[in-house]
């Protein structure tokens, strides 16, 4: 044990870009990240990862988050090759939590292995969890591990490989044997909450842009630093079962053998709250109907957020419908507080076929609209959704008189309205892609299918499902006119200013063009083909962004960035000491001190665990 053991890297996370070679590429998404802080390159990590990282060096390991996908997206010069040659680690870890990351996450993954072949490639998050089987079969993967709370399998990893230790123990470990067959060990760890970490860890975040003297590589995303919204994780996994969610009660039952949400406490909450403060007066945005864990819960963690005294903008979402006594209780707690709600759509039986949030009349989601209004909440944004099951052409273009009819009574302004097709992506392991009977059909299935779809450079191609109302040509038509419409609704009731109406107006006009012309482009023969796409291509970026609504509507009011002040300073001198601290450990030999002795909640034998898997 010495130096080396200190400054040594046990585990590199690495972020990905959707598609790895982007910035080379002409490529038509269509508006899939409108509604999401990142672009559509999804330069967002997952918030697991902090906590991944943060677990670990509890456990004394030395663990680097490096996001490149934001980095590509910083500097058009920066190489990837290059970087990752310099990077020195014992294992890389990849996430491929969400698919859309098929591409890049592969790509990378297999890169980092041709730099590195003596480190170990691990992949994780929910769609690596899903084609846990397949995923372990490209050679350049050496690891999965599955299920929605890794942390402590990682750490029994890296303990496994630093010891020498089989890995059969390695709890939700997939990985293969020197001969080449791949061995899936159970997967027994499903916490019963979220509780024994922190997650997200914002502090620690903060902490390593000191540590490495870097804020690109752990950025969550391009306007974060001038739009600091903060996110609260309420739960992993959702007691909802809405039937185009990859996230659903019963595809975390599939892919995560979870039988219930793993909730974190509202003491855990509030805690984040206070570390969020420390650097933040932005946003707080709670992840999760605050009470799909019941109302006692919902009701203590209101009580505590009182106590708190807090003055960042706290924001919501809801679920199902709500009441007077649920607002005058949120109203009593935060002076400032707003609502996200998704019906997805006006159509009360479609809310009930595709088994969605809202599954009950329209006159009970207005009563929670006006009752939200009534009791102070600051903005409430409506979310609607194009590429629904059974939705036709005319059901989507109902959401514009819905709208209209809502400002009728609630006219001040504090009611905003989104609309953004499911995509590019049905996910898998939600009901309706998992049963075509539902009303959709997948044109991708596997893992490689999606990775390959996402070299197609046009949203037509890349879209992977129809339903039985709507082709794809259908869906993205639907996409763009009911988003042309309900500008011109936003701007005739004052909710958008003139200028975000014309810009809205142009780039919607701009990305159908564009869309054309570069599937023109791609019928014509070699040679030519990429001469007329080399001559869209200035354009194809100009058309990206707020094809439907603009990033900005999604800003909220009280947006008042960061914050360095006393109680920052202190929680970073707390930090270094405990960093510090940490490299004695390692110095010293010493790993492995905290491990996880919570209660789980296994869902079913292990027998059956074993292999369970619907896919690969
Ligand atoms: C919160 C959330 C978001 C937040 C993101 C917050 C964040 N930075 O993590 C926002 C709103 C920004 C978002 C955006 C999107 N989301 Co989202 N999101 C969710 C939601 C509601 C909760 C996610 C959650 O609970 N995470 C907690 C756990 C599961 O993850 P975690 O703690 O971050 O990470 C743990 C594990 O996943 C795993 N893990 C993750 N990465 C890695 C890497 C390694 C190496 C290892 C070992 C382990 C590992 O270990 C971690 C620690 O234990 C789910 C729905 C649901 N109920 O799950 C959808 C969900 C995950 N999102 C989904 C999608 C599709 C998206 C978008 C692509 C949508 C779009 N087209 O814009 C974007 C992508 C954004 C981006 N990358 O920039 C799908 C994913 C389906 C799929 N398999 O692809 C889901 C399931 C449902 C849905 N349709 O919304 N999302
Ligand atoms: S879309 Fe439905 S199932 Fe998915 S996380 Fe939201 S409420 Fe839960």
Known sequence: MGLRDVTRTDLTLLHAPSVYDFRKRTMMMGPIADAVPSTDEFEMYPVGLTSIATYLGRNHYNVRIVNLAYRMLRDPAFDVVERLRGMHSVMFGIDLHWLPHANGALAIGELVKRLHPESYVLYGGLSSSYYHRELIGYPFVDFVLRGDSTEEPCRQLLSALRRGAPLDTVENLTWKKPTGEAVVNPLTFVPGDIDYVNVPDYLYAVMTVFKYRSLEDIAPYARWLRHPTTMLLGARGCSFDCSVCGGSASAYREICLRSQPAYRSPERLVSDIRAIRTFSRGPIMLIHDPRIGGMPRAERFFVLLKKENITNEMV?????????????????????????????????????????????????VEKTISGALSHGCNRLDLFFMVGLPHQTYEDVMSVVPYCEHLLKVNEDGRLRFFVSPLGPFLD??????????????????????????????????????????????????????????????????????????????????????????????????????????????????????????????????SDEGLRIGGSLLLALARGFIREAAYSA??????????????????????????GSHPVG
């Open 316 to 364: 919501f979402e809801l679920f199902s419908p709500a009441g007077e006594d649920f607002f005058q209780m949120v109203q009593r707690s935060v002076p400032r507080w707003s609502l996200e709600i998704s019906i997805e759509t006006p159509s009360e039986e479609l809310r009930r076929l595709d088994r969605l949030k809202f599954p009950v009349p329209n006159a009970l």
């Open 428 to 557: 898998p392991g939600c009901q309706a892609f998992e049963d075509p009977v539902l009303g959709c059909r997948s044109f991708y299935r596997s893992l490689e299918e999606h990775r390959k779809a996402l070299l197609l450079q046009t949203w037509r191609s890349i879209l992977s499902y129809e339903t039985d109302a709507m082709t794809r040509s259908q869906i993205i038509d639907a996409s763009y006119d009911v988003a042309a419409a309900l500008n011109e609704l936003k701007h005739r009731h004052g909710l958008i200013d003139n200028e975000t109406f014309r810009w809205v107006a142009s780039q919607q006009k701009a990305a159908k063009e564009v869309l054309r012309k570069v599937e023109e482009a791609l019928l014509l023969p070699e040679g030519e083909r990429e001469r007329a796409i080399e001559e869209i291509q200035s354009k194809v970026e100009g058309a990206k962004m707020d094809t439907l609504f603009s990033k900005r509507e999604l800003d909220w009011p």
């Open 585 to 610: 450990f390692r110095a010293a030999g010493r790993y492995d001190t905290e491990v996880y002795e919570g209660t789980r909640i296994p869902m079913v034998p292990a027998q059956v665990q074993r």
